[in-house]
C-alpha cells in the first residue's frame, strides 16, 4: 500500500530552527509537496520538490531524496505564528496526491 | 468572491437527511476537488472533476456524488447523511489536472452528523 509517514507532533523554541521529516512509499513518484495548515483553517502550499536537492524560500526550505523516499522541511527563525501543522503530499504514478496525517508544530517562546 | 468559497461553514445536520455543500471558484481552474479531514488521519479525496462536465472517484466516494455543470460550481451531495460523515470537508482547486500545480483550499465545511 501507500504510505506517507511524518511525526505526530513536534515542539520547537521561538527563534530556533526545526526539520520536520517525511518518508513516503508510493507506486510512483510525480512530485511531493508541502502545507501549512493553521488551527481551523485551510492548508496553503508552502513548496513542490521534483528533483532531489534543497529548495530555499524564505525562511521556509524542502530537501527531497528520491532514492531515500524522504523529504524535510526546514523552518528557520521560528516565529509564534509558525505554530501551525504541516502535511506531506506524494504524487504518485497516477498523479494522485497522498497525503501525511501532518505535523503539529507548536512554538514556544 | 476571491478565491474558493465554501457554503455553509458548519452544520449540524440529523442521520438520514439530505445535505449539499457548496463550493464555487473564480479562479477559472479546469480540475476541482473534494477533501474530508478526520483527526490523526491525512486528507482524503471523495470526488474530483478534471474539467467541466467530467467528474471522477476519489479514495472514499461512497454516500457522497457530486456535479461539474460549469467550472466555477462543484457542489457535494451527501444523500442520506451517516455519523461516519462527521468531518471537515474542503473544497480545492488547481490549474492543473495532473495535480502537479498548487492546490487552493476553501476555508471548509464543518459538517458534525447525528
Known amino acids: 500500500g501507500q504510505n506517507i509517514d511524518q511525526p505526530t507532533e513536534m515542539t520547537a523554541t521561538e527563534g530556533a530552527i526545526v526539520q520536520i521529516n517525511c518518508t513516503y512509499q508510493?507506486?510512483?513518484?510525480?512530485?511531493l509537496f508541502w502545507y501549512q495548515q493553521h488551527a481551523g483553517e485551510a492548508p496553503t502550499f508552502l513548496s513542490y520538490n521534483v528533483l532531489d536537492g534543497l529548495e530555499e524560500k524564505g525562511r521556509f526550505s524542502s530537501f527531497l531524496s528520491r532514492s531515500k523516499g524522504y523529504s524535510y522541511l526546514l523552518l528557520k527563525e521560528l516565529q509564534m505564528k509558525d505554530s501551525a501543522s504541516y502535511l506531506c503530499?506524494?504524487?504518485?504514478?497516477?498523479?494522485?496526491?497522498?497525503w501525511g496525517a501532518g505535523t503539529k508544530l507548536i512554538i514556544k517562546p | 468572491i476571491a478565491g474558493i468559497t465554501q457554503a455553509p461553514t458548519s452544520q449540524i445536520l440529523a442521520a438520514g437527511r439530505r445535505m449539499t455543500l457548496r463550493c464555487t471558484q473564480d479562479m477559472r481552474h479546469n480540475a476541482m476537488y473534494w477533501y474530508r479531514q478526520d483527526l490523526g488521519l491525512g486528507l482524503r479525496l471523495i470526488h474530483y472533476s478534471n474539467t467541466a462536465g467530467t467528474t471522477g472517484k476519489g479514495e472514499v466516494p461512497d454516500g457522497y456524488s457530486v456535479s461539474r455543470a460549469n467550472t466555477d460550481d462543484f457542489p457535494l451531495t451527501l444523500a442520506s447523511a451517516v455519523p461516519s460523515q462527521t468531518s471537515v470537508y474542503f473544497c480545492?482547486?488547481?490549474?492543473?489536472?495532473?495535480?502537479?500545480?498548487?492546490?487552493?483550499f476553501g476555508e471548509g465545511s464543518r459538517l458534525t452528523v447525528l
Open positions: 508510493t507506486s510512483g513518484f510525480n512530485g
Open positions: 480545492a482547486s488547481s490549474d492543473s489536472h495532473r495535480n502537479t500545480g498548487e492546490l487552493f
Open positions: 503530499a506524494v504524487l504518485d504514478s497516477n498523479y494522485q496526491l497522498i
